[in-house]
């Protein structure tokens, strides 16, 4: 799969907690990068957030706020996920909607299993920012 997806930073909340993109010249300085139009983003959390001192990056629905998939430990891994996800449902319709697509939460796994990538769903310190986007789509 070759998509062509063009990234900017953006604002999204998560589980209450508003993040916002920083500086659209640096990706390495955005806490949210969204995939213009897919209704897809990709949010980072520094090594302060978590235990072991990594940062790690993770793909969010814009419109709920759900994330869609583990920590990863590459901004170029959520990437790849969010051009696996995007020909699987409209991802600009509310979550509700998603929900109701047979299918989808199966889809989502297979796509995070066949990028074959180290990623992990632990380590994030207690009471931090990162700490409170950890719901996911049941």
Avoid at 58 to 78: N, Q
Avoid at 99 to 106: F, P, R, Y
Wanted: a positive charge.
């Amino acid at each position: 799969m070759n998509m062509t997806l063009k990234w900017r930073p953006a604002k999204v909340s998560i589980a209450g907690c508003t993040l916002d993109g920083i500086d659209a010249r640096s990706e390495s300085k955005s806490l949210v990068i969204e995939a213009i139009g897919t209704g897809l983003a990709y949010f980072y959390c520094d090594g302060s957030e978590f235990i072991d001192g990594r940062g790690r990056t993770s793909v969010t629905h814009m419109a709920s706020g759900y994330r869609l998939s583990p920590w990863f430990f590459s901004s170029k891994d959520a990437r790849k996920l969010i051009e696996k996800l995007t020909p699987f449902a409209d991802w600009k319709q509310d979550g509700e909607n998603l929900a109701q697509i047979d299918g989808l939460k199966m889809k989502i796994d297979s796509a995070i299993r066949e990028l074959n990538v180290k990623s992990d769903n632990i380590g994030v310190r207690a009471g931090s920012r990162c700490e409170r986007t950890t719901r996911g789509v049941s």
